[in-house]
Nanobody, 121 residues
Framework: QVHLVESGGGSVQAGGSLRLSCAAS????????MGWFRQAPGKEREGVAA???????TYADSVKGRFTISKDNAKNTLYLQMNSLKPEDTGMYYC???????????????WGQGTQVTVSS
C-alpha cells in the first residue's frame, strides 16, 4: 500500500509559478514509478509529467519547458515545479505511483486526493 498526499496548489495569475508536492508513505520502494496528472472540469484526466525509478522524466507536450518533475527519495516526496503558468493549466492535480512504468497513462494503482490549481488571465 502507498499513501499519497498532495499540497501546494493555489490561485495564481498567468505567468506565475507554483510548486506542488506529493508526500508518499507506505511501500514506496516497491512502487518507484510516479507521475503528475491533472483534470479540468468536464475533461478527462491527462498525464502531465512522469519520473522513472532512475530519475528519467517524461512530459506532456503542453508543459515541456515550463514544468519540471523531481523526486527526493530521502524525503519520499515528489515535486512538480510549474513556471509560466497559463489559464489552460487550471485543474485538479493528482500524483500517482505504481510498480509499473505507466508514464503519462492514467493506469497507476495509487492516487492522491488532488490539489487545485487555478490560473487566471
Amino acid at each position: 500500500q502507498v499513501h499519497l498526499v498532495e499540497s501546494g496548489g493555489g490561485s495564481v495569475q498567468a505567468g506565475g509559478s507554483l510548486r506542488l508536492s506529493c508526500a508518499a508513505s507506505g511501500y514506496t520502494y516497491g512502487n518507484p514509478y510516479m507521475g503528475w496528472f491533472r483534470q479540468a472540469p468536464g475533461k478527462e484526466r491527462e498525464g502531465v509529467a512522469a519520473i522513472d525509478s532512475d530519475g528519467s522524466s517524461t512530459y506532456a507536450d503542453s508543459v515541456k519547458g515550463r514544468f519540471t518533475i523531481s523526486k527526493d527519495n530521502a524525503k519520499n516526496t515528489l515535486y512538480l515545479q510549474m513556471n509560466s503558468l497559463k489559464p489552460e493549466d487550471t485543474g485538479m492535480y493528482y500524483c500517482a505511483a505504481d510498480q509499473v512504468a505507466w508514464l503519462l497513462l492514467p493506469e497507476y494503482h495509487y492516487w492522491g486526493q488532488g490539489t487545485q490549481v487555478t490560473v487566471s488571465s
